[in-house]
């Protein structure tokens, strides 16, 4: 898990680009997490609970290719009530669905009035399919967080996807490397000689001496 904070050179700054999305995108699979959709009343993407707690997760996927670098993450939101929050922004990726590894954690410290825009700067390098996650405390299932704009700023192309590629492939034939190393013996044992072995080696070596 990382929490990239690298600066990025001021000339690549300039190519900097903005995703413009919304938390219309926002899904969960949690089951005690409500999401309202915009209505004529409420024009941003609702979230409630039916059960209070921490650790209520939802989710967004980024639309951005291979060789993206992410730099920011703005989140326009209200709470009804101080108590329940937006306490933690995570960068995700994703190729096989049986796993998933954190690029970046932000915990949100800092406090905020009910009407803000979280700011989040980050270095993150897009190598596979991306999310974003926001982790939201609730206090009381009254209580409701109400997301509007999300932003994503990003440089586009900062690497090339042939040098991703050559990376992840030197990084998997280093995983092989390792896993032959702990599963095969050594050289030394596999090649280390038999009792007969040294029998013949040194009656050869009395015979040469006698010629």
Known sequence: MGNKKSRTPKKRLLKQKSLMLHGLGLVTGDPTIKINYPFLFHP???????????????YLMLPLSMGDLITE??????????????????LVEQRMPISATVLFDDKLDRENTSASVISTPCHVLVTKSIFLKLCMNFTSTEDIIEIG???????????????????????????????ELEDT?????RHKPSLSDIFFFNKLKKDKQVF
């Open 44 to 58: 941003g993407v609702q979230i409630s609970v039916t059960e209070p707690g921490e650790a209520k997760w939802v």
């Open 73 to 90: 993450v703005k989140i326009a939101s209200f709470r009804s009530d101080m108590g329940s929050l937006i306490s933690l922004i995570r």
């Open 149 to 179: 704009s999300i932003e994503v700023k990003y440089i586009p192309e900062y690497e090339s996807i042939e040098y991703i590629e050559k990376k992840e492939l030197k990084e998997e034939k280093q995983k092989m490397l390792a896993f």
């Open 185 to 189: 013996p050594s050289e030394a044992l």
